[in-house]
T-cell receptor
Framework: ETGVTQSPTHLIKTRGQQVTLRCSSQSGHNTVSWYQQALGQGPQFIFQYYREEENGRGNFPPRFSGLQFPNYSSELNVNALELDDSALYLC???????????????FGEGSWLTVV | AQTVTQSQPEMSVQEAETVTLSCTYDTSENNYYLFWYKQPPSRQMILVIRQEAYKQQNATENRFSVNFQKAAKSFSLKISDSQLGDTAMYFCAFMKHGAGAYKYIFGTGTRLKVLA
């Protein structure tokens, strides 16, 4: 049990639509990252939020955006969905910024997005 | 840019036997972390073991141990006394040490099947 919950677990969207995925972290987890995991691949970093500000971004277009809220929840928004956006989207949270000995990162179970 | 390579897409092992999963990586960083994550069908990424690059001693966690060769940029995972519950995808991952935004660089994974 990691204390990181994601919703919805599965959803199907049509190409061109918009989607919002949600993540609820443990209290005190002020850093959250989102990853995209295509079928048969390892997760790829989308972006990271620290204290409600984006502080790092991977190689994803601007139609991927996010929000982090004071209650340790966050959202991933994807506009103008494309077929290649079909993937498992993982949320990962932790306390603090950066990686140091003893700092543990917790993953949720992910949201499966299918774009048709 | 950092890369992580897992050259074994699939492996199988008999229950109670030992298996080694391979991982190589490329980086110009001197301070970093390496991880092995397990992803069962539930999709949640579960931390198996982590290694700080500045530590020469190989990390161990119960039946799991690593062989970290920094000069060769190699980081293999050994699972002893394999159990049916070890059946899962295993991902090797790299992360830079320090402050600021942090992100995992994952390999493409190795699917491990433990046979009864």
């Amino acid at each position: 049990e990691t204390g990181v919950t994601q919703s919805p677990t599965h959803l199907i969207k049509t190409r061109g639509q918009q989607v919002t995925l949600r993540c609820s972290s443990q209290s005190g987890h002020n850093t959250v990252s989102w990853y995209q995991q295509a079928l048969g691949q390892g997760p790829q970093f989308i972006f990271q939020y620290y204290r409600e500000e984006e502080n790092g971004r991977g190689n994803f277009p601007p139609r991927f955006s996010g929000l982090q809220f004071p209650n340790y929840s966050s959202e991933l928004n994807v506009n103008a969905l494309e077929l290649d956006d079909s993937a498992l989207y993982l949320c990962a949270s932790s306390t603090g910024q950066g990686v140091y000995s003893g700092n543990t990162i917790y993953f949720g179970e992910g949201s499966w997005l299918t774009v048709v | 840019a950092q890369t992580v390579t897992q050259s074994q897409p699939e492996m199988s092992v008999q229950e109670a036997e030992t298996v080694t999963l391979s991982c190589t990586y490329d980086t110009s960083e001197n301070n970093y972390y390496l991880f092995w994550y397990k992803q069962p069908p539930s999709r949640q990424m579960i931390l198996v073991i982590r290694q700080e690059a500045y530590k020469q001693q190989n990390a161990t966690e119960n039946r799991f141990s690593v062989n970290f060769q920094k000069a060769a940029k190699s980081f293999s995972l050994k699972i002893s006394d394999s159990q049916l519950g070890d059946t899962a995808m295993y991902f090797c991952a790299f992360m830079k040490h320090g402050a600021g935004a942090y992100k995992y660089i994952f390999g493409t994974g190795t699917r491990l099947k433990v046979l009864a």
